[in-house]
């Protein structure tokens, strides 16, 4: 069994921890943040969800990128709660005949610690977005230092899809946006941090819509903004906790056994949980073993209750000997934190 420690200090960033990027905005969320050590601090670069304030009860505000060829811009839409085409029924969209509106708009913003445990949010934004890939927003980053560069692998989201893309910076000043890796649909993309046989190794989560449905794979490349060979990793069971989708979560790391993945898992009612998969050491594609249960579920109340009820969901963990403190989004609305035993996590694996 894996004992899971919670943080007493959690939840450890709330929305009102996080000033919204504009003053007639609101922050509703700041959650799933990529996480990494860099000198002597802990950096979360955390997704922040923020919506305009309405002023009339009747009216919907919709922020959405505009890109044009001088530049971008963020346009606010108006919709009246009153029009038969619209459907309000989902707090988190809008159904129009153009398709699906997105009520929030997300960036990626820096939080930084020198103890892992008590975060100051930066002022401003580190990423917005500002191509037509990112029309309704970036989302759930993941950091991978490889030499002296950082590698941020995120979701763009706009009409056109759910792509991962990638950006990267040296020194959390300046980031330099690369491109799109993967195309739509995919998600929950990381790269690992060293190479394996010369190539660059990436997970990632594409999502069948005819035949197979959201799960694992592995991609190699030259470089990480060519990468291919893709090899299917790990699928979906036919009940209970991991049967809904199957997605990586903090990226991975390498110990005496191979490389452990702690990865989420849902059922179809949106019940997330976090669970371990041991990869070979030189074919990461090879799946050795995997925890057969959770190793952790939702049980705080942050993580029962909030925008999206019952979801732990991580986006990076940082390991110190046997601790593993694994930092997490819950319920779509805070930041967490809990360490666990490396030695307990591996011994809870199961050979597949």
């Not at 890109?67 to 038969?84: A, M, N, Q, Y």
């Not at 490349?221 to 209970?240: A, N, W």
């Not at 934190?337 to 199961?350: C, F, V």
Request: aromatic content about 8%; charged content about 25%; proline content about 9%.
């Amino acid at each position: 069994m894996v004992k899971v420690h919670r943080f007493p200090e959690n939840p450890i960033v709330t929305p009102a921890d996080v000033p919204p990027s504009r003053e007639d905005f609101e922050v509703i969320g700041s959650f799933n943040a990529g996480v990494i050590r860099h000198g002597d601090e802990v950096l979360m670069l955390m997704r922040v969800a923020e919506r305009p304030v309405s002023r009339d009860p009747g009216v919907a505000l919709v922020p959405v990128v505009e890109c044009t060829g001088s530049g971008s811009h963020l346009r606010i839409r108006e919709l009246r709660r009153d029009d038969p085409s619209l459907n309000f029924s989902d707090p988190r969209v809008i159904g129009s005949p153009e398709g699906m509106l997105l009520t929030s708009i997300s960036h990626l913003r820096l939080a930084r610690s020198r103890d892992g445990r008590r975060f100051r949010v930066d002022e401003r934004p580190a990423l917005f977005p500002d191509r037509p890939s990112e029309t309704f927003g970036m989302e759930d980053p993941r950091i991978t230092r490889i030499g002296d560069t950082f590698y941020i692998v995120y979701k763009g989201v706009s009409p056109n899809g759910i792509v991962q893309s990638l950006a990267t910076t040296r020194d959390f000043k300046s980031y330099r946006k690369e491109g799109i890796i993967f195309c739509p649909e995919n998600m929950d993309a990381m790269l690992f941090p060293e190479k394996v046989g010369g190539r660059y190794v990436a997970l990632h989560r594409p999502v069948g819509a005819m035949v197979g449905g959201p799960m694992m794979w592995l991609a190699y490349g030259e470089t990480p903004l060519c990468l291919g060979d893709h090899r299917f990793l790990l699928g979906r069971s036919s009940g209970g906790w991991d049967s809904g989708r199957v997605g990586g979560g903090a990226v991975p790391f390498l110990t005496e056994r191979g490389w452990l993945e702690i990865y989420h898992a849902a059922t179809p009612e949106h019940h997330y949980c976090l669970g371990a998969l041991l990869l070979d050491r030189d074919e990461p594609h090879r799946l050795l073993a995997k925890t057969p249960e959770p190793i952790m579920r939702p049980e705080a109340p942050y993580e029962t209750s909030g925008f999206m009820p019952n979801v732990v969901f991580t986006c990076g963990a940082l390991v110190d000997g046997d601790e593993v403190t694994v930092y997490y989004g819950a319920a779509d609305e805070v930041m967490a934190a809990a360490t666990m035993s490396l030695s307990e996590i591996l011994d809870a694996l199961r050979p597949v």
